[in-house]
């Protein structure tokens, strides 16, 4: 039984790298662009829409990360790309990127598993409508480089986070930060933050916008 357990992990770990993603092989000269080192996991995710994806040099997309551009397959989506993912970028596992409009990851950009990052959402405008039939709304998102989104990490349509930027695990995320802020909690606030003269702190409480 030991030979064959370690036959089929073998042969696993020959199919998880014949079946990887790279720019050297077919499954990669549907993408826009893939970078030189790049490297999408076997077994994929959802992967639709590569003509509007973007992936920098030496990214590696983890196993069973979606990665798609608008509704579905076969929709023409325009001349310009969608989803920009930077180079040196390390994608968790079972994390899902679903891009309509506009999704720009800047470089060394890393994130734990099951992250997911969106710009469109569902609106809820007329009460006697489903919400899932409802016409959806897109708003850009873009994710500074050199962040870290910890595990489970929510990134809704609208958020720009700056350089070098901490998402906590689980956070919910929707707004503007600036560069070095540490973000956390649903929804996500500002916990900690840089400053040259002050270093990492805590941002100062207003009080009058404080409920006891």
């Not at 050297?24 to 080192?37: E, I, K, T, V």
Request: hydrophobic share 35%; charged share 20%.
């Amino acid at each position: 039984m030991s030979l064959v357990g370690a036959l089929i992990h073998r042969a696993y770990g020959l199919v998880r790298k014949a079946g990887a993603i790279s720019p050297a092989n077919p499954a990669g000269y549907s993408f826009r662009r893939l970078g030189d080192g790049v490297s999408i996991a076997f077994p994929p995710g959802a992967i639709f829409g590569e003509r509007w994806i973007e992936i920098g040099d030496h990214t590696l997309i983890g196993e069973r990360v979606s990665l798609s551009c608008g509704m579905g397959p076969g929709v023409d989506l325009g001349p310009d790309s969608i989803l920009r993912i930077g180079g040196s970028c390390s994608i968790g596992r079972g994390s899902h990127i679903v891009a309509h409009q506009s999704i720009d990851i800047g470089d060394h950009v890393f994130t734990g598993p099951y992250v997911y990052i969106t710009d469109q959402n569902h609106v809820y405008d007329d009460p006697d409508m489903p919400i899932g039939r409802q016409w959806p709304r897109n708003s850009p998102v873009s994710i500074g480089s050199g962040s870290w989104l910890g595990t489970g990490a929510i990134i809704l349509p609208g958020t720009r986070l700056g350089r070098q930027c901490v998402v906590a695990g689980g956070a919910v995320v929707r707004g503007e930060f600036p560069d070095h802020s540490v973000v956390a909690g649903v929804p996500a606030k500002l916990v900690r933050s840089y400053d040259p003269d002050k270093g990492w702190h805590t941002p100062e409480v207003d009080l009058d916008r404080t409920s006891f």
